[in-house]
Each structure stands twice: as C-alpha cells, then as structure tokens.
C-alpha cells in the first residue's frame, strides 16, 4: 500500500531514526504531520534547525549551552567549584538540579561504555573530564546510571582518578521511595542492605 | 537551567506537538537531535517538508495518495467497487490491508465523533461517504474502533444510511486471539458471548 506513496515512505524511514518514537506508532505520527496545519509544520522543522544551529555542548562540562561559550552552571559563580558530579546525559543533569540538592559543577560524559555498541572511552568525554581534575577540585560524584553500563563508566573513570586525594563517591543505590520491597530485585535489595545507614 | 538555553526550550515547546511523543521523553529527543549530525536533521526535516507538500487526500475516500487525485485502491480495477469498508483513520486502513482478506473499496472518516473535544460530523468525512452512496454499493462494513466514539461514529454514520437497500455490517467485538478470558473486561466477554458463532 504505502509503496504507492513515496514521499510518505521515505518520511516513515526518517521517523524510525527518531528515539523514543515507538514504531507502532511512526504511521500515526506521519499522519499527523500530514494532517496539520503548513504553520505547525514549519515551526517544528525550524525550531530543529535552529535549535541544531545554535545550541552547543559547554566547553567546560559539554552540558548544552547557546549564548555563551560555558554553560549557564560553569558560569555561575555562586556554584561551588571545589565539586564535580559526572553523570552520562544532560537528562540526567536536568534531573539532580530539579532537586536542587547539588550546587557544584557537573561533567556530561555524553553516555556511558558499552562495547557491544562500540562505544569506548573515546566516544565519551573522558580525557576532557580528566583534564579538569586540579588542585582546586575536592570532590567527584558518580551518578552514572545503576546499569551495568553505568556502574561500568563510573568504575573506568574512577580509576583514572586513583592517586589523586579527591572525595570519590558514587550515588546511593536502594529501594526508590514509594515502591515495596516485594516489587524490587534480588540486587536492589542487596545494594539496599549493603548501603544500610544508621537510623 | 533551560531557560539559559532559548533555542533548546523552544524545540522542547514544539515536540510537545508531536503525538505519541511521551513528555519525559522530550528532553532526550531533543538532545538526539542536537547531538545527531547535520544531514540526518535535514534529511528528516526535508522528509516531512516534501510529505506535507505532496501527498493529498484520495479525492474519493480520503485515503492518502501522493501521484494522482485517487489513492491506489481507488484506481486499482481490480478491486471490488460494490463493498466500502469504514474506517476511523489511514492506520486503521493499513492495518485491514495487511490481512489481505478485504478487496473491496475504503472511506477515511478521519477519527471518530467526540463531542467532549469539539470533534461533530462537519469534522469527518461523513458528507463526502454518504455521496458516495449510490445503486453500485451493494455493501458498508463499519471498521470502526470498538471504543465509545468509534462504536457512537458508527451508529450516527450508519443512521443516515437507513432506507438504502445495502448490506450494512459491523466488524465483529470479542475476545482477540492468544488473550485468555480472565484477562477480559465484562463488555468484552459480553460482546463475545452475544456474537457467538455457530461451531
């Protein structure tokens, strides 16, 4: 059926690039594009290409930043700079300042070690994340993801750092607030005891 | 801390347009986008671009076609022109095709009837259906969704064919194949035992 339309094919081909846009859903997205308004359209395709244009990664931590060349927390100066917290994505950065618990810098690696992806640690922004590692730096936190690919980045980077008198620490992991124990896994719970803290 | 970012917060804003996008999913398809390279955002921007310009409703039923007024199972002789089997949208056509079991002809209503959200008949593509009804359509299978709209998109479309001498029919509610009984609701098994069928 929808051979006989080409155009539409070829954008169903282009949707299936787009992450987190589940395929039983790209023929209802693509009707939809087809069904709105000229306008929509074309603030969507700009707001893209815009966006791509002029959005770029921090110098300093590769968080996302526009009108400047460090981001909005590396120019901060009411930020404590004695601390970097690593994390993989800048989603992940978005989520700890939504808590507003953390008032250091961060470091983007930009995702996490996965060989069977071919994703080495040149992929990632190690060396750069390295290279702000001086004197003036007192902590490192890893809140890398509890994957294995996570616990796995956080293992490599934090061997780097050995040598180096830091305050090395990694994110607790336990049972999320709300959740019963009966819903976790064997190794949550694990991690959960093994973490115990005085009550 | 998005708010440093202008262009980022606008594309935010616009995928938030995008159906079957899930909103905590917002952020990572935007960071896609800004870290993906700049062929693959204009190949994607350029696809839904030339979708949008080219591919048309089918003249007849609303199917969409891209090289010629009618849409390929309008044009295609070898379907039978006395049966019209309608749907809400072009997915639900889709689906209904790949089963091979239908060759007759398609009406696109274009959704269903939703009062609550504004959506009346003047919305759909009733007026266009009921011309279409003339002494060559021997018969109109609803395939409609079994929800209250569909089921109610049905009824009112279905009232307007009263008097005509036509096969009009309803695709079959029950229990889908490979689920098991006690994973049904009440209506379901309800519709399952009403539309029981000889063994």
Redesign the interface.
């Known amino acids: 059926?929808?051979k006989?339309?080409?155009?539409?094919e070829?954008?169903i081909?282009?949707?299936q690039?787009?992450?987190?846009?589940?395929s039983k859903?790209l023929?209802?997205?693509?009707?939809?594009?087809?069904?709105?308004d000229?306008k929509?359209?074309?603030?969507?395709?700009r707001?893209?290409?815009?966006?791509?244009?002029?959005?770029k990664p921090c110098k300093n931590c590769f968080n996302?930043?526009?009108?400047s060349d460090l981001?909005?927390?590396c120019a901060d100066s009411k930020r404590d700079r004695s601390s970097i917290c690593v994390v993989e994505?800048?989603?992940d950065?978005?989520a700890i300042?939504r808590t507003q618990d953390y008032d250091g810098l961060y470091h983007v690696l930009?995702g996490s070690l996965c060989p069977l992806e071919g994703v080495g640690p040149d992929d990632l922004t190690v060396d750069a994340f390295l290279t702000r590692i001086d004197d003036g730096i007192k902590e490192v936190i890893f809140a890398t993801n509890p994957t294995p690919e996570g616990e796995a980045t956080a293992s490599f980077v934090a061997s780097k750092l050995e040598g180096a008198s830091l305050l090395v620490s990694r994110l607790a992991s336990g049972i999320p607030i709300g959740y019963s124990l009966e819903q976790m896994d064997r190794v949550t719970i694990h991690k959960a005891i093994a973490g115990r803290r005085p009550f």
Chains 1, 2 share one sequence.
Not at 47 to 55: G, L, Q, R, T
Request: net charge positive.
């Open positions: 059926m929808i006989h339309i080409p155009s539409l070829k954008l081909r282009q949707l690039h787009v992450p987190y846009l589940a859903n023929y209802r997205v693509a009707s939809h594009f087809l069904s709105s000229q929509s359209i074309d603030q969507l395709c707001a893209i290409i815009e966006a791509k244009e002029k959005v996302w930043t526009q009108t981001c909005a927390i994505t800048w989603h950065l978005l300042e930009g």
